[in-house]
């Protein structure tokens, strides 16, 4: 089987936790968005991913702008970090 191509990624460090989006493209040329979270936990690293499809794209974005109109500004959330001192409480965004 082959693998969809990327086109594009995105890497977030948020604390314990990195969130990675990826826009892949499958072969038949249909855009894939794969996000995934990865945390480390007892030395090992958890994974998980949600794939979202192409027919999908504008339900799931007018969805996050909704819910982000109902958050308040951005700034609330983001929280200063002492130097090597993570949190599982980061709601950067």
Do not use: C, W
């Not at 693998?3 to 990624?9: F, I």
């Not at 604390?15 to 995934?36: A, M, N, P, V, W």
């Not at 991913?49 to 958050?71: H, N, R, Y």
């Amino acid at each position: 089987m082959q693998e969809d191509k990327v086109l594009h990624t995105e890497k977030v460090s948020a604390g314990k936790r990195t969130y990675f989006l990826d826009l892949k493209e499958d072969q038949r040329g249909s855009k894939i968005l794969k996000i995934t979270e990865s945390r480390k936990n007892d030395g090992q690293f958890i994974r998980h991913s949600v794939l979202i499809f192409q027919e999908d794209f504008k339900k799931i974005f007018d969805a996050l702008e909704l819910i982000k109109g109902q958050i308040g500004p951005l700034e609330d959330y983001v929280r200063e970090r002492e130097p090597g001192k993570e949190t599982d409480e980061d709601l950067s965004f």
